[in-house]
């Protein structure tokens, strides 16, 4: 029975200290993401710059999951119907990408890179005029650039 007892405590103390090991793991895991998950990019407004009789379309926040992606869309509203660009707020592990245009409608895929829930709001400015993505282009994709949260302090 002593050696059983014996035994149990053991078992327990390297469980104990394996379980304080993989802890201290995971924290320094956490502490080598390259993102500031609390900090928010902003937007520059650039939805209706140089956009005539332009208007913006806010779409809702959206919230993703650690490592998931979300899709959202929606069309102009019919008082200025053409969509021309875009911008948005979001948080630095976060990811913008265009899926889809038509003279009414965007649609994006906004991507979580990190291993924390994230959020973000898509402005889209909409006119009265069609928009030429030929002759002015368009943006595609918006990330978070690290804060490198790896450097030295």
Same mark, same amino acid.
């Given at each position: 029975?002593?050696?059983?007892?014996?035994?149990?405590?053991?078992?327990?103390?390297?469980?104990?200290?394996?379980?304080?090991?993989?802890?201290?793991?995971?924290?320094?895991?956490?502490?080598?993401?390259?993102?500031?998950?609390?900090?928010?990019?902003?937007?520059?407004?650039?939805?209706? %710059?140089?956009?005539?009789? /332009?208007?913006? &379309?806010?779409?809702?926040?959206?919230?993703? !999951?650690? =490592?998931?992606?979300?899709?959202?869309?929606?069309?102009?509203?019919?008082?200025?119907?053409?969509?021309?660009?875009?911008?948005?707020?979001?948080?630095?592990?976060?990811?913008?990408?265009?899926?889809?245009?038509?003279?009414?409608?965007?649609?994006?895929?906004?991507?979580?890179?990190?291993?924390?829930?994230?959020?973000? %709001?898509?402005?889209?400015? /909409?006119?009265? &005029?069609?928009?030429?993505?030929?002759?002015? !282009?368009? =943006?595609?994709?918006?990330?978070?650039?690290?804060?490198?949260?790896?450097?030295?302090?």
């Amino acid at each position: 029975m002593y050696v059983r007892r014996r035994h149990d405590t053991m078992v327990s103390r390297v469980l104990f200290s394996l379980a304080l090991l993989l802890g201290a793991v995971f924290a320094n895991a956490q502490d080598t993401s390259p993102f500031d998950t609390l900090r928010m990019v902003e937007g520059t407004s650039n939805q209706c %710059r140089g956009v005539p009789d /332009c208007i913006t &379309e806010k779409h809702p926040w959206v919230n993703v !999951g650690p =490592e998931q992606s979300v899709v959202v869309g929606g069309n102009c509203p019919d008082v200025a119907p053409y969509v021309w660009h875009w911008d948005a707020r979001y948080q630095e592990h976060l990811s913008i990408t265009v899926l889809g245009r038509t003279q009414n409608n965007l649609s994006f895929r906004v991507e979580n890179r990190g291993e924390e829930a994230g959020r973000a %709001r898509i402005w889209v400015g /909409c006119s009265v &005029e069609v928009f030429d993505p030929y002759v002015r !282009g368009y =943006e595609t994709y918006s990330a978070g650039v690290p804060s490198l949260n790896l450097l030295p302090q």
